[in-house]
């Protein structure tokens, strides 16, 4: 039996499949196996995996496009490894003794599931923070389900291969979102999870960008009120009231916007506020989400609310977006849309950011401190951030800003792009 079955769901990543079967096959934790499930792939995937499995010990199975949460419950079933752990295509392992490390951890400290810290790649830079909340630990230890702090990331831990089958623990067959409820799913039957400092994983980012249809749009949200009843259900607090914030940006707007056309979007809608009413979310009116007509009058309001600030930027002498990540970027290719041209991103640490984006400058806030008052500052960050990016521009006296949350820039553009 080997020590750790890892799992690599593959669709069209013939750019990507060498690096990770790289990492994966040269780490130092001698008896592995590693099992792909090419996912009906249409690039030159399907040959690159068989090229690897003439020359080293990797498992290839193939099946007609399902998604990735069908290809790891394959996975699943054909692994015979003590444990398990998830790999997904595109990204890779931080060290070459990673999956030793977290194997050895987990056997000393008899875990059910274990693992670490998370960083992400993107254009050659490794960032270690300001991804997601709990995506770095500050220490090694135990973490209780009920004071987990993320929802993200499952694929940083390795997972008891009994634990998971006789918890009967699988990924939902949904075309988005599967691994969300994979995880709560599997934190809620162990009651604790082993977490180390150390990063674990590497996520790359820069390419991953995925236009909605509504079939995708719907599983999402299903994923989404999965994980919501799960994490109520076992009283994870700070899992809870993360989904929550998610649930006020990317979900709502698409909820919304295919409300009117998916009979099942308006009852997951309904879903939603059945557990937020009678869940324990503290503050249960601020969380409920529009219904029925609502819907319509709201997204209008939203779209004559941009329309006035997009009129506003187009008379500032400096236009600039507080953020150099993924909303970032979807904030700077609307405003160039509707023919405003921001100057830079800003951010606070330069040094975690890579000197241009898209071919705009990257720059420190504190550039501007003497231009503040000719500066409008567009804030597009995940909600998590906005608090703390509002406090220091207040503190540095920049008077004209405006958060662009995530809901309303959908809203606005009529689409959904994660």
């Known amino acids: 039996m080997a020590d750790v079955s890892i799992i690599i769901p593959c669709y069209n990543v013939e750019h990507f499949i060498r690096d990770c079967l790289?990492?994966?096959?040269?780490?130092?934790?001698?008896?592995?196996?590693?099992?792909?499930?090419?996912?009906?792939?249409?690039d030159n995937t399907q040959n690159i995996l068989m090229e690897y499995k003439e020359k080293a010990d990797i498992v290839v199975l193939h099946q007609k496009n399902q998604g990735s949460g069908t290809a790891r419950n394959r996975g699943i079933s054909a692994s015979a490894g003590k444990y398990m752990a998830f790999m997904d295509a595109d990204d890779f392992y931080p060290a070459r003794d990673t999956l030793e490390k977290i194997y050895l951890t987990a056997q000393n400290e008899k875990a059910e599931i274990c693992g670490g810290s998370g960083c992400t790649f993107r254009n050659g830079v490794y960032t270690y923070s300001g991804f997601r909340k709990g995506f770095v630990f500050e220490r090694d230890g135990w973490?209780?389900?009920?004071?987990?702090?993320?929802?993200?990331?499952y694929w940083r831990f390795i997972y008891?291969?009994?634990?998971?089958?006789?918890?009967?623990?699988?990924?939902?067959?949904?075309?988005?979102?599967?691994?969300?409820?994979?995880?709560?799913?599997?934190?809620?039957?162990a009651g604790r999870v082993y977490c180390m400092r150390e990063v674990t994983y590497v996520y790359r980012k820069e390419h991953k960008q995925v236009?909605?249809?509504?079939?995708?749009?719907?599983?999402?949200?299903?994923?989404?009120?999965?994980?919501?009843?799960?994490?109520?259900?076992?009283?994870?607090?700070?899992?809870?009231?993360?989904?929550?914030n998610e649930l006020r940006g990317e979900l709502s707007a698409m909820m919304y916007l295919y409300a009117e056309s998916s009979a099942e979007m308006r009852d997951i809608i309904r879903e939603f506020n059945d557990i937020i009413a009678n869940g324990n979310t503290g503050e249960p009116q601020f969380w409920m989400l529009k219904e029925g007509k609502e819907i319509a009058v709201y997204v209008e309001n939203v779209r004559?609310?941009?329309?006035?600030?997009?009129?506003?930027?187009?008379?500032?002498?400096?236009?600039?977006?507080?953020?150099?990540?993924?909303?970032?970027?979807?904030?700077?290719?609307?405003?160039?849309e509707n023919n405003v041209l921001p100057e830079a991103f800003v951010v606070s640490d330069i040094r975690q950011n890579a000197?241009?984006?898209?071919?705009?400058?990257?720059?420190?806030?504190?550039?501007?401190?003497?231009?503040?008052?000719?500066?409008?500052?567009?804030?597009?960050?995940?909600?998590?951030?906005?608090e703390e990016i509002q406090n220091t521009l207040q503190e540095k006296e920049f008077k004209k800003v405006y958060t662009l949350s995530v809901e309303k820039l959908h809203l606005f553009s009529g689409e959904v792009i994660h």
């Not at 790289?22 to 001698?30: A, C, F, G």
């Not at 999965?226 to 993360?242: C, R």
């Not at 420190?364 to 960050?381: P, R």
């Open 143 to 153: 973490i209780s389900r009920e004071d987990f702090p993320t929802v993200n990331g």
């Open 211 to 244: 236009f909605f249809t509504q079939k995708q749009a719907v599983d999402y949200a299903k994923g989404m009120r999965d994980s919501l009843k799960l994490s109520t259900k076992g009283g994870m607090i700070p899992l809870q009231g993360q989904i929550l």
């Open 160 to 189: 008891k291969s009994d634990f998971i089958r006789d918890n009967q623990i699988s990924f939902p067959n949904y075309l988005r979102c599967q691994d969300a409820p994979f995880f709560l799913h599997a934190i809620l039957c």
């Open 22 to 42: 790289n990492s994966v096959l040269e780490q130092t934790l001698q008896d592995k196996e590693v099992i792909c499930i090419d996912d009906g792939s249409t």
């Open 355 to 386: 000197i241009s984006l898209d071919g705009l400058p990257v720059k420190c806030i504190d550039d501007y401190v003497d231009q503040k008052d000719e500066c409008m500052v567009i804030v597009a960050t995940f909600p998590y951030l906005h």
């Open 304 to 336: 004559e609310e941009i329309r006035r600030l997009l009129e506003e930027l187009k008379a500032e002498k400096h236009v600039l977006i507080y953020g150099a990540g993924t909303v970032g970027k979807r904030v700077r290719a609307f405003l160039m």
